[in-house]
């Protein structure tokens, strides 16, 4: 279990820019990419879309997916790009890690959000960011790493409520101006040998399963192996038995297992439509006296073992039962042998050499208020289209 939850009280961690660090970090980027999590080549596509945005003095928001941990430093090469640096809005968790990434991080334009309640302190940076207009700053609207380049997950409702927030703050300064949000869509593809690369990963999952390596199978079907092998286990744990059906089947089943009984004690057995929506109330609910220390060490104990249940239905929920069905691109074979690996050990080797591509989107104005005019909110709605539209796109720049 990563350490994705902390038990003591929060402290909004402000944005310290420096230029210094920024220099030094943007000098040592390309190695560290290469060397932390293979990226050895990138490309930025339509960057002049937000250098316009910049060169208009819009205060600029920029939406990107959000598939791979190294996200956020690959964004740092539009940053090169455009020649500007750019905020980021981070789990308060990542300023826990280390005393290097929680010194690091702000001086490099990040600032903590709370996803376990309602963070004022986070939302007024970021409205200040954005109606200041000096920087951009970067959101990722599916609120945690995806492992899933081929896949959108559901996006958070607040990405237009900051950006009309900061539109209205905007608009009221002098002199006014605009609030714009632009998608933005990441896409990776690996070109070295594939089998070559993870057959040393396959080999140590299957020696846990106390398996000889099943190197005689084609490798989608050795993947596909070992994936039912660890879901049979997560079976065994939780149900006493393994199911029957597909993945695509037995996954939202064992989901459900895992989140029904805390939202029946916790939440009035009120169920929200997204798994990760469900997940975030039930870590609000649960969190509040763990971090007070209202509670006896039985108790907590208890509440550690409802937040790593949480934490496996999170695991559960990236897992897609037909992602490796028909003839799956390598990326998807290596993206679900980094998830197993991860899963494992919270932590997954790099595989070189990857290629980024970083797509940025057209311009969506932000404006004070909502057009309630239809069901649901314009500009998520564009921002959705344009990212579903970018995904589409960026598979067919693959270099030859």
């Given at each position: 279990?990563q350490n994705v939850?902390?038990?003591?009280?929060?402290r909004?961690?402000?944005?310290r820019f420096?230029p210094?660090?920024?220099?030094?970090?943007q000098?040592?980027?390309?190695t560290f990419?290469?060397k932390?999590?293979?990226i050895?080549s990138?490309e930025?596509v339509?960057?002049?879309r937000?250098?316009?945005?910049?060169?208009a003095?819009?205060?600029v928001?920029?939406a990107?997916?959000?598939c791979?941990?190294?996200?956020?430093a690959?964004?740092?090469?539009?940053?090169?790009?455009?020649?500007?640096?750019f905020h980021v809005?981070?789990?308060?968790?990542l300023?826990m890690?280390?005393?290097a990434q929680?010194?690091l991080l702000p001086r490099?334009g990040?600032?903590s959000?709370y996803?376990?309640g309602l963070?004022?302190?986070?939302?007024?940076?970021?409205?200040?960011i954005?109606?200041e207009?000096r920087f951009p700053?970067i959101?990722?609207?599916?609120g945690?790493v995806?492992?899933?380049?081929d896949?959108l997950?559901?996006?958070?409702?607040g990405?237009?409520?900051l950006?009309?927030?900061?539109a209205?703050?905007?608009?009221?300064s002098?002199?006014p101006?605009?609030?714009?949000l632009?998608?933005?869509f990441v896409?990776y593809f690996f070109?070295?040998?594939?089998a070559?690369?993870i057959?040393p990963?396959?080999?140590?999952i299957e020696?846990?399963?106390?398996?000889?390596?099943?190197?005689?199978?084609p490798?989608r079907e050795?993947?596909?192996?070992?994936?039912h092998a660890l879901?049979?286990?997560?079976?065994?744990?939780?149900?006493?038995?393994?199911q029957?059906?597909g993945?695509w089947?037995?996954?939202p089943r064992?989901?459900?297992h895992?989140l029904?009984?805390?939202?029946r004690e916790?939440?009035?057995g009120r169920r929200?439509?997204d798994?990760?929506t469900?997940?975030?109330?039930l870590?609000t609910a649960?969190?509040?006296?763990?971090?007070?220390?209202?509670?006896s060490e039985?108790?907590?104990?208890?509440?550690?073992?409802?937040?790593a249940d949480?934490?496996v239905?999170?695991?559960?929920h990236?897992?897609?039962?037909d992602?490796?069905a028909?003839?799956?691109?390598?990326e998807r074979l290596?993206?679900?042998?980094?998830?197993?690996e991860e899963d494992?050990?919270?932590m997954?080797?790099?595989?070189?050499?990857?290629h980024?591509v970083?797509s940025v989107?057209?311009?969506i104005?932000?404006?004070?208020?909502?057009d309630?005019?239809?069901?649901?909110d314009p500009v998520?709605?564009?921002l959705?289209?344009?990212l579903e539209?970018?995904l589409e796109?960026s598979?067919?720049r693959?270099r030859t």
């Amino acid at each position: 279990m990563q350490n994705v939850i902390i038990a003591k009280a929060y402290r909004f961690v402000p944005p310290r820019f420096s230029p210094f660090w920024a220099r030094i970090i943007q000098w040592y980027l390309p190695t560290f990419l290469r060397k932390s999590f293979g990226i050895t080549s990138w490309e930025c596509v339509h960057a002049e879309r937000l250098a316009a945005s910049l060169k208009a003095g819009c205060g600029v928001l920029l939406a990107s997916n959000h598939c791979r941990p190294c996200d956020p430093a690959v964004l740092g090469l539009l940053s090169r790009e455009v020649g500007r640096p750019f905020h980021v809005m981070a789990s308060w968790h990542l300023f826990m890690q280390s005393r290097a990434q929680s010194f690091l991080l702000p001086r490099l334009g990040g600032f903590s959000v709370y996803r376990e309640g309602l963070d004022r302190e986070s939302l007024k940076c970021a409205t200040r960011i954005l109606a200041e207009a000096r920087f951009p700053l970067i959101i990722f609207p599916e609120g945690f790493v995806t492992r899933n380049n081929d896949r959108l997950m559901n996006l958070m409702d607040g990405v237009a409520f900051l950006a009309r927030a900061a539109a209205k703050q905007r608009a009221a300064s002098p002199p006014p101006g605009k609030v714009v949000l632009h998608p933005v869509f990441v896409r990776y593809f690996f070109e070295g040998d594939l089998a070559g690369t993870i057959a040393p990963v396959l080999r140590e999952i299957e020696a846990r399963l106390s398996w000889r390596p099943q190197s005689h199978l084609p490798l989608r079907e050795r993947i596909v192996k070992a994936g039912h092998a660890l879901l049979a286990l997560k079976e065994m744990e939780y149900l006493g038995a393994t199911q029957s059906g597909g993945a695509w089947e037995r996954l939202p089943r064992l989901l459900d297992h895992l989140l029904e009984p805390l939202e029946r004690e916790w939440t009035g057995g009120r169920r929200e439509p997204d798994p990760m929506t469900r997940i975030k109330r039930l870590r609000t609910a649960i969190l509040p006296e763990m971090v007070h220390g209202e509670l006896s060490e039985e108790e907590g104990a208890r509440r550690w073992r409802e937040l790593a249940d949480l934490y496996v239905a999170q695991q559960l929920h990236c897992y897609s039962g037909d992602y490796l069905a028909d003839a799956p691109t390598p990326e998807r074979l290596l993206e679900t042998v980094e998830r197993y690996e991860e899963d494992l050990t919270d932590m997954a080797r790099p595989h070189a050499p990857i290629h980024a591509v970083i797509s940025v989107g057209e311009a969506i104005e932000a404006t004070s208020t909502r057009d309630r005019s239809g069901e649901s909110d314009p500009v998520a709605n564009e921002l959705r289209r344009q990212l579903e539209l970018m995904l589409e796109e960026s598979k067919t720049r693959r270099r030859t």
